[in-house]
């Protein structure tokens, strides 16, 4: 979140669509400034919009397995959302199941060009 106040501008927010009833909350964590990630930190959109909505919670941006769960079991998510690594895990699922590891993605081919980043990353192969 970017704001002079980004806890009460988007918690405003929130609450306004709970009010209206809808289906879910979609967020993204500000781990993530433009195209780089920002170094470790907390999810804090989640946890402090979380007060303030009280409908399905998505949280996104920067999650990996650990994290994931963490913020799940605290509650302060319904669900995360895997964006890149999905897209150079086509097996994402059954990675994160199995405790294997994750292919590196490569922005340089995000959102244009042509099908390289796209269909040519591999599934796990344990040989």
Known sequence: MSDSNPKETFGYVAEQLDRLGIAYLHVVEPRIKGTELIAESEPVAARDL???FRGTLI???GFDKNSAAAVLASGDADA???GRHF???PDLPARLRGDL???DYDRSTFYGGDARGYTDYPFFDAS
């Open 50 to 52: 979380r007060e303030r």
């Open 59 to 61: 949280a996104a941006g």
């Open 80 to 82: 995360v959302a895997f």
């Open 87 to 89: 897209i150079s895990n």
């Open 101 to 103: 590891t994750l292919t």
